[in-house]
């Protein structure tokens, strides 16, 4: 351990003088905080701080340096002491800190971040929050970010890196969920619940005249094609709008002149089997 450097060296936040511990991060700043708190919270310093102490009250004060830099130690040194904390500025950031967390095993800082695990600016990494779900055991969290990880390709390659880091058991359930809900939606779509009108075989017009469903099958084929890419399936319904396979299905009529499927109800089983197919068993 080095001796306490200059004052100027403090962290505003963490100056309080009768604090007994001060710890230093890598660019030198010091926080003084109390061992109560660091026993209270951490295990680790828990364990560290119960080891025999120097008794001579005029040695001076020494410092501990942690390895840590100042953007990481900061955040979990002010969830520890109760201070306020900053916005989050990206995950490379919160994985850093709760890399941090496990070191010095905070649980109760661990909670904080758990707690905004699911924020918007989270959910836009899907398969960098299901690493740390599944690594803590997070079982309602990991059910979230599952369905936020179906608007991935998880095949285009893109996130080799992420899924590399998953255990094979997380891994293998991200698979499963996802094959699971394009397996849902390939069924609706070739079901005659929602679709009778183009999977009834045969099927007949009013008229009485045989009735060729191609223009509903090559539709079905472009949407099973489509939610396979991205299988949250939330830009099917905007996309299908310009889609060639669409303007045929919705103009496909018997020579009698009767449309053979009707647009309103059958976009609208359309979103009711997206829906079904990603809402978790």
């Not at 955040?75 to 994985?95: K, Q």
């Not at 890419?229 to 020579?255: F, K, N, Q």
Request: net charge negative.
């Amino acid at each position: 351990m080095a001796t306490l450097p200059t004052a100027e060296h403090v962290h505003p936040a963490f100056a309080e003088k009768t604090a007994d511990v001060v710890l230093q991060s890598t660019e030198g700043t010091l926080y003084r905080v109390h061992s109560f708190i660091l026993r209270t919270t951490s295990a680790f310093f828990r364990t560290m701080l119960s080891l025999p102490q120097p008794t001579d009250s005029k040695q001076p004060q020494e410092t501990i340096p942690c390895g840590e830099k100042d953007v990481v130690m900061e955040r979990v040194l002010r969830m520890m002491c109760g201070l306020e904390i900053p916005r989050w500025a990206s995950f490379d950031e919160v994985e850093a800190v709760i890399e941090l967390m496990e070191k010095w095993d905070t649980p109760g800082p661990l909670s904080i971040v758990r707690s905004a695990i699911t924020a918007p600016l989270f959910a836009r990494e899907p398969l960098r929050v299901y690493v740390l779900t599944t690594h803590f055991g997070w079982t309602e969290e990991t059910a979230e970010v599952l369905v936020s990880s179906l608007r991935l390709d998880l095949l285009s390659g893109a996130h080799d890196a992420a899924l590399c880091r998953l255990s094979s058991r997380s891994l293998l359930d991200l698979v499963t969920f996802h094959d699971r809900c394009k397996a849902r939606f390939r069924e609706a779509l070739d079901g005659t619940a929602l679709f009778a009108a183009g999977n009834e075989e045969p099927r007949e017009c009013g008229c009485g005249k045989k009735r060729d469903n191609y223009p509903w099958r090559l539709l079905k084929a472009k949407l099973i094609t489509e939610f396979n890419c991205r299988p949250l399936g939330d830009h099917i319904l905007v996309d299908m709008a310009g889609w060639p396979e669409s303007a045929a299905c919705w103009r496909a009529r018997c020579p009698c002149g009767n449309l053979y499927y009707d647009q309103v109800s059958t976009v609208a089983n359309i979103q009711e089997s997206i829906k079904d197919a990603v809402t978790p068993a």
